[in-house]
């Protein structure tokens, strides 16, 4: 009996491993046959960034069991919103790619199929942001093999790690994933072929300038260009446009009650339109060149008459170009300045 016992419990495990077999090698194929068309498309795209729609989402994840033979990384994309500077996808799509393209070109051998970078369009993917439930770009979410739910908010890229760009994106990747990304390829400024056409002109060119700097006929010779630089450093100093460049400061706004209206001034004291600096670094501007002028050429003017003519309309537009600063600093910050009377006047 118990050998009749045994020969019965292998007859049954054998013939569970024969319907088994079949169902674990058509898994394994599927999933090769998911990931050569994973690369496929991967070699086809620039950088290696593979452009997903509603059935390719489908298709790679919510089709497939997990775990997955891989992870995407997916960027949610916006065409519509390429042109506000204020959400920048531009730039941000520019630095995803990079670190695809230096995650491809840094690994190879199994590695390299284990993570595909991916982007979805809002435009012909409504329905793959509402599953992802996606409410603000910018938004990058890695869905790792384990994942089930697309909601989760565990693979979200915080905006923490949008701050370095693409090197932060590379260690969002490498800490989730525990692959490695590598050193990060940026492409070149210039081209080869830029560069020897840049050399060359410059070989060509210098006997010509040489000649011209013996003869004092160069540009740096012209007083006039002297002056019209340091006049442009100075308005470029007191409009604040360093200020703007580094915190990406947009020149105006939509206003939101109505978007057909252009706001060139914020009424807020923290934050400033980059008019708002080139309006007051105008006025500056008008202030230091008057001064300038009547520092230098107006005490040339013989006509006692004249001189007085012009010194009170000097005067003038200073007045009225400082009354403009104070104005509207008054409005953004809601403090008035009130003149400073002696006690002795009241």
């Known amino acids: 009996m118990v050998v009749g016992t045994n020969l019965a419990s292998r007859f049954f495990l054998f013939t569970a491993l024969l319907f088994a077999a079949p169902i674990s090698f058509a898994d394994s194929e599927h999933d090769s046959d998911l990931i050569a068309e994973l690369i496929s498309l991967r070699s086809a795209a620039d950088s290696g960034v593979i452009r997903l729609d509603d059935d390719g989402v489908s298709r790679f994840l919510t089709s497939v069991s997990t775990p997955r033979p891989y992870s995407l990384i997916i960027f949610f994309d916006a065409v519509d919103l390429h042109s506000k500077s204020e959400f920048r996808l531009v730039e941000l799509r520019r630095e995803f790619e990079i670190v695809s393209a230096s995650f491809i070109a840094n690994n190879n051998g199994s590695d390299v199929t284990k993570l595909f970078f991916c982007e979805i369009d809002s435009t012909h993917s409504a329905a793959s942001f509402h599953r992802f439930a996606v409410e603000s770009l910018p938004h990058i979410c890695l869905v790792d093999p384990w994942m089930d739910n697309l909601q989760d908010e565990s693979g979200q890229m915080e905006r923490g790690d949008f701050e370095g760009l693409a090197e932060s994106m ?37 006997p010509i300038l040489i000649k011209k700097v013996l003869k004092g006929e160069t540009l740096l010779h012209d007083h006039r260009v002297w002056l019209s630089g340091a006049v442009f450093v100075y308005f470029f100093s007191v409009a604040g446009t360093m200020h703007n460049i580094i915190r990406k400061v947009p020149m105006f706004l939509r206003d939101h009650e109505d978007p057909s209206n252009i706001v060139f001034f914020y009424g807020d004291s923290e934050f400033q339109l980059g008019t708002e600096g080139f309006a007051v670094g105008f006025l500056y501007t008008v202030v230091g060149l008057i001064l300038a002028y009547v520092t230098n050429a107006l005490v040339r003017v013989k006509n006692l008459n004249e001189q007085r003519l012009i010194m009170v309309l000097a005067l003038f537009l200073s007045f009225w170009a400082v009354k403009q600063v104070v104005y509207l600093d008054n409005w953004k910050t809601g403090y008035e300045i009130h003149p400073y009377w002696p006690s002795s006047w009241h």
């Open 170 to 206: 590379a260690e969002f990747v490498e800490r989730r994933t525990k692959l490695t990304v590598g050193p990060i390829h940026r492409p070149p400024l210039l081209s080869k072929t830029q560069i020897a056409i840049i050399t060359a002109l410059i070989v060509i060119s210098i």
